[in-house]
């Protein structure tokens, strides 16, 4: 006869499995921005974790739209290495959608996947204001999804630097 003990690891074990693909297997986050008077660059990289297959990725970046506005948006370094492009639009005030995408299935490595270029248009309180990358979707060469997530950031116009927030939001798509 088998114990209820036994059981109880058993099914844990069991949930383990299933609940295991879930885990984030690639990571976007806010990187340190540059601030040249009005202007602010914010890189966003690609932290690949167990699944460094990614070939096609999409976000939103969010700001504060009474502090900044964004201008454009263009490739990092390692999606130029994967000859892809870099498409934004503005969905609404304070949300960015950004979609690096290719007519190839070449991989992006890990690191710069684009740079936000935004003209601040106010004040923040304190001197500082918070980004985040959020809705995350990777996709491997044969379009199955990767499990990811996004992360925030601070930017700090007082000192101008970012100042990466500890905590991770979960934006699996």
């Known amino acids: 006869m088998i114990s209820r003990q036994c ?7 069991a949930l383990c499995a299933l609940l295991a693909p879930l885990a984030a297997a690639g990571a976007l986050r806010v990187g340190s921005p540059t601030i040249d008077g009005e202007n602010v660059t914010v ?3 690609l932290e690949s974790g167990a699944d460094p297959n990614v070939s096609a ?37 304070g949300e960015y959608a950004v979609v690096i995408i290719g007519m190839n299935q070449n991989t992006v490595e890990a690191g710069e996947v684009a740079h936000i270029m935004m003209q601040k248009v106010g004040d923040p309180p304190n001197g500082r204001s918070n980004v985040r ?27 101008g630097r970012e ?3 500890t905590e991770d939001e979960e934006e699996s798509g």
Do not use: C, H
């Not at 059981?7 to 074990?13: E, I, N, S, T």
């Not at 999409?58 to 994967?82: I, K, L, S």
């Not at 979707?137 to 116009?157: F, K, N, R, V, Y």
């Open 7 to 13: 059981l109880r690891l058993v099914g844990a074990m």
């Open 43 to 45: 890189p966003i990289l």
């Open 57 to 93: 990725l999409d976000f939103r970046f969010n700001y504060d739209p009474e502090v900044f506005t964004p201008v454009t948006a263009r490739a990092g370094g390692a999606t130029q290495a994967a000859n892809k492009q870099v498409q934004a639009s503005l969905s609404s005030p």
């Open 133 to 159: 990358v959020a809705r995350t979707t990777l996709a491997a060469p044969d379009g199955a999804e990767i499990p990811s997530e996004g992360g925030t950031g601070t930017i700090d116009l007082g000192e």
């Open 163 to 165: 100042v990466p927030d």
